[in-house]
């Protein structure tokens, strides 16, 4: 019989010793805040059409989603999930020039914000459709152990309101039942869209699923990035030693709208006062500062490369040329003479 991992109850501390790798995560957690708050600026300029999605306030999540995945494994990022994929191994080039709409992108100008991906690079291009990704992933590892590969995992990433899908249940029972090395980390961010918890589901917690399923299960407080890294970390090591499937339920409050054409004028006061509802970025260098782990002028260095960097993805990309309507050939991203032509 399937047993829960041990629950992890919400801790608000950050005073003990961090995670050993709590300064290479923040600096991710940084870069991505620092790219998405420009992304932001050129939106709110003009300069980039559609829509820009932020994570602002799940980079603890989404870094430790990115950072213990090897050679080999699979990622699964959603919307929110820069800090992630950063972690992960996609270039800022490839966010910059996707966003600006560049034919040298990996989607070659053809998306527009986050669907982007790099399938050879296991890094899979995301569905919008809710819940999709599980299947597509559990699909990736079945394919993966079919070819006789060993010591691979697989993370997908949801949010709370995506969990409430039928294609969140049909993936997650999939992966149980075929017992594939998966790790689903759930960010509830207390809203999907403007909806909030009490009119997405009605259980107590959404980590009791994970029984249901046949996952082991356990939850962690987004805002904290030691923690984040302790659980998530904990939980690729055991789909990786090749225990059931694991589910994580993070919590935290989405600190940006769903969108930026959203102003989230429905986040109550209220919610913005729960202890979730802090700032991870904050938090974690309250934390730096509090053991004293780097010094003041080491933290402004790190600023000002992450923001070197992302001015240097931005000004390629703007110089670089849209598609032609009549000149592409039009493949999807599986067509192997494109992914060959992004190598
Ligand atoms: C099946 C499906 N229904 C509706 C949508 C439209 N939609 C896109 S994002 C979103 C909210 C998602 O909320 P959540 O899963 O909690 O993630 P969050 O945006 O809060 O990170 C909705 C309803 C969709 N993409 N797919």
């Given at each position: 019989?399937?047993?829960?991992?041990?629950?992890?109850?919400?801790?608000?501390?950050?005073?003990?010793?961090?995670?050993?790798?709590?300064?290479?995560?923040?600096?991710?957690?940084?870069?991505?805040?620092?790219?998405?708050?420009?992304?932001?600026?050129?939106?709110?300029?003009?300069?980039?059409?559609?829509?820009?999605?932020?994570?602002?306030?799940?980079?603890?999540?989404?870094?430790?989603?990115?950072?213990?995945?090897?050679?080999?494994?699979?990622?699964?990022?959603?919307?929110?999930?820069?800090?992630?994929?950063?972690?992960?191994?996609?270039?800022?080039?490839?966010?910059?020039?996707?966003?600006?709409?560049?034919?040298?992108?990996?989607?070659?100008?053809?998306?527009?914000?986050?669907?982007?991906?790099?399938?050879?690079?296991?890094?899979?291009?995301?569905?919008?459709?809710?819940?999709?990704?599980?299947?597509?992933?559990?699909?990736?590892?079945?394919?993966?152990?079919?070819?006789?590969?060993?010591?691979?995992?697989?993370?997908?990433?949801?949010?709370?309101?995506?969990?409430?899908?039928?294609?969140?249940?049909?993936?997650?029972?999939?992966?149980?039942?075929?017992?594939?090395?998966?790790?689903?980390?759930?960010?509830?961010?207390?809203?999907?869209?403007?909806?909030?918890?009490?009119?997405?589901?009605?259980?107590?917690?959404?980590?009791?699923?994970?029984?249901?399923?046949?996952?082991?299960?356990?939850?962690?407080?987004?805002?904290?990035?030691?923690?984040?890294?302790?659980?998530?970390?904990?939980?690729?090591?055991?789909?990786?030693?090749?225990?059931?499937?694991?589910?994580?339920?993070?919590?935290?409050?989405?600190?940006?709208?769903?969108?930026?054409?959203?102003?989230?004028?429905?986040?109550?006061?209220?919610?913005?006062?729960?202890?979730?509802?802090?700032?991870?970025?904050?938090?974690?260098?309250?934390?730096?500062?509090?053991?004293?782990?780097?010094?003041?002028?080491?933290?402004?260095?790190?600023?000002?490369?992450?923001?070197?960097?992302?001015?240097?993805?931005?000004?390629?990309?703007?110089?670089?040329?849209?598609?032609?309507?009549?000149?592409e050939a039009w493949y999807a991203i599986s067509t192997r003479d494109l992914v060959d032509s992004l190598e």
């Amino acid at each position: 019989m399937l047993q829960t991992a041990p629950r992890r109850k919400k801790s608000i501390a950050s005073k003990a010793a961090p995670h050993e790798r709590f300064l290479e995560a923040f600096r991710w957690m940084l870069l991505a805040r620092t790219l998405e708050e420009k992304l932001v600026s050129l939106y709110r300029g003009g300069l980039i059409t559609g829509g820009v999605y932020v994570g602002r306030g799940q980079e603890a999540v989404s870094v430790a989603c990115g950072l213990f995945l090897q050679k080999g494994d699979i990622f699964a990022p959603l919307i929110r999930d820069q800090a992630g994929r950063s972690a992960f191994g996609e270039p800022l080039i490839d966010v910059t020039r996707t966003y600006l709409g560049s034919r040298q992108g990996p989607m070659r100008g053809r998306d527009g914000n986050i669907h982007r991906g790099r399938p050879r690079n296991n890094q899979l291009a995301m569905i919008s459709h809710l819940g999709a990704m599980i299947s597509v992933t559990v699909g990736a590892l079945m394919a993966k152990r079919f070819r006789g590969e060993k010591n691979f995992v697989g993370l997908s990433c949801i949010g709370e309101g995506g969990m409430q899908t039928g294609s969140f249940h049909e993936g997650m029972n999939l992966a149980a039942v075929e017992q594939v090395p998966l790790v689903v980390v759930a960010t509830n961010n207390h809203y999907a869209y403007s909806t909030p918890n009490e009119r997405e589901f009605a259980c107590h917690d959404l980590v009791d699923r994970a029984i249901g399923y046949g996952f082991e299960g356990c939850t962690v407080d987004g805002t904290d990035l030691t923690n984040c890294l302790d659980v998530i970390g904990s939980a690729v090591k055991r789909a990786r030693a090749g225990r059931p499937p694991q589910l994580v339920v993070a919590s935290i409050l989405r600190l940006s709208g769903h969108g930026e054409h959203d102003d989230a004028s429905y986040v109550t006061e209220e919610i913005k006062r729960e202890p979730f509802a802090r700032d991870c970025l904050k938090v974690a260098e309250q934390t730096i500062a509090d053991l004293n782990l780097v010094d003041a002028e080491t933290l402004r260095e790190w600023r000002k490369d992450a923001a070197a960097q992302v001015d240097q993805a931005i000004s390629t990309a703007q110089k670089e040329a849209a598609p032609e309507a009549d000149e592409e050939a039009w493949y999807a991203i599986s067509t192997r003479d494109l992914v060959d032509s992004l190598e």
